[in-house]
């Protein structure tokens, strides 16, 4: 059973033979370049309605996933009495807690992954601090680095795209 009057629906609606018109995509999307430590690191981040996407990756890869919710930190909390200087002060906030949904690798590549996450969502609640969305990190590094130099550098290179 057919309804006649649904090509005439469709046409006052604007869909036609030519199917449907495209529209701008919502999320808001930022990609980026570097090197780290002498590897080619791709940074990439999606700001969807309920969570903050940030990929790291090096050779095309992303084998560690984590989370940070950016609830806000309770009123009695410890790091929200005392003002902070958000240029000089480099530690992750303290409420953030950050969790391992897929990969690993060892308790030093976890270790790492954490700290990166932890430092990202840190430096997206202090720029935005109304911000509430959950960060999920994708990590791809191909080895872990403890340099203070790659840190830095990848901090640097994930600045631009949040």
Do not use: C
Not at 57 to 82: E, H, K, N
Not at 84 to 106: E, N, Q, R, Y
Not at 121 to 141: C, F, K, M
């Amino acid at each position: 059973m057919t309804n006649p009057n649904l090509l005439t629906d469709m046409q006052d609606l604007g869909i036609n033979g030519n199917g449907v018109e495209p529209s701008p995509f919502p999320a808001k999307t930022k990609q980026a370049a570097g090197l780290v430590n002498g590897v080619q690191t791709n940074v990439s981040s999606v700001y969807f309605a309920d969570k903050i996407l940030i990929t790291i990756s090096q050779g095309g890869r992303l084998s560690q996933w984590i989370q940070v919710p950016l609830s806000s930190a309770s009123p009695t909390s410890f790091d929200t009495a005392l003002p902070s200087d958000p240029d000089g002060d480099m530690l992750p906030l303290g409420h953030l807690t950050p969790k391992t949904l897929l990969g690993g690798g060892g308790e030093q590549r976890e270790t790492v992954g954490h700290l990166y996450a932890s430092q990202i969502a840190s430096t997206i609640a202090t720029r935005t601090p109304e911000e509430n969305r959950t960060v999920l990190v994708g990590l791809g590094l191909q080895k872990v680095d403890l340099e203070r130099e790659a840190f830095f550098d990848l901090l640097e290179l994930v600045q631009k795209i949040i």
